[in-house]
């Protein structure tokens, strides 16, 4: 019955019965640390898992329970938990899907503190790693080891905005029985539902277009009811990196407008990535939504749209690219992405500075490269902002004429 309603329709309603809590019309915010007994038997008894009831926060609370079972429907999976960051989120189930002497394939890009726990992982527990850039289903059964016990992939990969193939991940991973983990951060459910396509594991840093509002830090994990019980009683309840209720019922707010959000996420940045093409200044525009992005096709197949977020290069050097943002009026020069706010940054000094360089080269992250995080704002003024400062840019002195009116 309750997955026939439409995900526009979900964000709003799933996993929110009012009658069930004094009629509230917005789901209360339970800010409890815990939960009393009527005696001493009913403690045995949830503690045993013989009677169902909440027990102590770290195990589970009754506004992140509403979020949980939202995220789960929104994503299409079984279960969900919620996390105290996306970092906590990424570690609980890398975690709880390796071992000592594991080994995991990475896509060849992965976010910056994602990089940084495959290097702990293998110094401190001897977990070793690969990156592949599953272009084919040779190039990833080529990096398969006996030992593989996870497959670990951003699609878009940030910040270089390559795309990769879940069905075909999907297809060589399952001939080995070895699970498909998507950090599915850049696109939201919304975009992109990789269950769907067959994957195992979704996981969400909720801090960027989940939230929406860049107020909170806050991850999710989505998928089925088994591994998602295994998760809460193991690395999410014994590593302890629970979200806070309050920031479940951010994120519970948030999400109301996750459809019309991106949505208009993704509008802007259509015009805005166009409106950059034609710039003087501007070297190579990164956008999923342009024909001729490598990779474009698969854009097509397995997402609703091209999402928020563009990567260009300047023409010119680091000091250059850096002076553009400096020059930008509106525009925050700032990491995270998905706020209602237009956010730049700098890759290579700043999300993925902790990537050595010779990588960070091999990855495509130049010392020219920005990342723009299109917000809410009118695309006109956006733009208006990204002109001028790119106007100035043209030390030879180019003027360009505004195309949007
Ligand atoms: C931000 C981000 C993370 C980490 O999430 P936090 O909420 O900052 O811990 C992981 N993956 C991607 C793709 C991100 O953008």
Redesign the pocket.
């Known amino acids: 019955m309750k997955d026939e309603k439409r995900f526009e329709t979900r964000v709003i309603h799933e996993g929110y019965e009012s009658t069930q809590h004094f009629d509230s019309l917005a789901p209360p915010l339970y800010q409890t640390s815990t939960y009393t007994f009527a005696n001493a038997k009913q403690g045995e008894h949830r503690f045993a898992g013989e009677e169902a009831g909440y027990i102590y926060s770290r195990l589970g609370n009754p506004t992140v329970s509403i979020l949980e079972q939202r995220m789960a429907s929104l994503e299409g999976g079984e279960g969900a938990l919620g996390?105290?960051?996306?970092?906590?989120?990424?570690s609980a189930v890398l975690f709880s899907l390796t071992k000592t002497g594991d080994h995991i394939l990475c896509s060849q890009g992965?976010?910056g503190?994602?990089f940084g726990l495959l290097q702990l992982l293998e110094e401190k527990f001897a977990i070793t790693h690969d990156f592949s850039s599953m272009s084919t289903e040779d190039e990833i059964r080529s990096r398969i080891h006996e030992n593989t016990s996870c497959i670990y992939v951003?699609t878009p990969i940030?910040p270089t905005m390559q795309l990769i193939d879940l069905e075909v991940v999907v297809k060589v991973a399952h001939e080995k029985g070895i699970p498909v983990v998507v950090?599915n951060?850049?696109c939201s459910p919304y975009l992109q539902r990789p269950l769907e396509l067959g994957c195992d594991i979704v996981?969400?840093?909720?801090?960027?277009y989940i939230g929406g509002h860049g107020d909170v830090?806050?991850?999710v994990v989505v998928g089925t009811q088994e591994k998602m019980s295994e998760i809460r009683m193991t690395t999410q309840k014994d590593i302890g990196g629970i979200i806070s209720p309050f920031d479940a019922w951010l994120l519970l707010r948030g999400l109301k407008t996750l459809a019309v959000r991106m949505d208009r996420h993704c509008e802007s940045a259509e015009k805005i990535a166009d409106l950059l093409v034609k710039h003087p200044a501007i070297e190579k525009v990164i956008y999923p939504g342009h024909s001729n992005h490598p990779q474009h096709a698969i854009m097509k197949k397995q997402m609703k749209k091209a999402g928020g977020m563009i990567s260009f290069t300047i023409k010119g050097s680091k000091e250059e690219a850096q002076k553009v943002m400096d020059d930008l009026q509106m525009i925050k020069i700032a990491?995270?992405?998905?706020d209602a706010e237009t956010l730049i940054q700098h890759p290579a000094t700043m999300?993925h500075a902790v990537v050595p360089e010779e990588y960070r080269m091999k990855m495509g992250i130049d010392d020219n490269l920005l990342r723009l995080s299109v917000g809410l704002e009118a695309p006109e003024d956006i733009w208006k902002d990204l002109e001028q400062a790119l106007n100035k840019a043209c030390s030879h002195g180019l003027t360009t004429v505004s195309e949007m009116k």
Do not use: Q
């Not at 996390?83 to 990424?90: E, H, Q």
């Not at 996981?203 to 960027?208: L, Y």
């Not at 990491?335 to 998905?338: F, H, K, T």
């Open positions: 996390f105290g960051s996306g970092m906590a989120a990424v992965v976010y503190c994602t951003e940030n950090d951060t850049f996981i969400h840093s909720a801090t960027k830090i806050a991850g990491v995270s992405l998905g999300t």
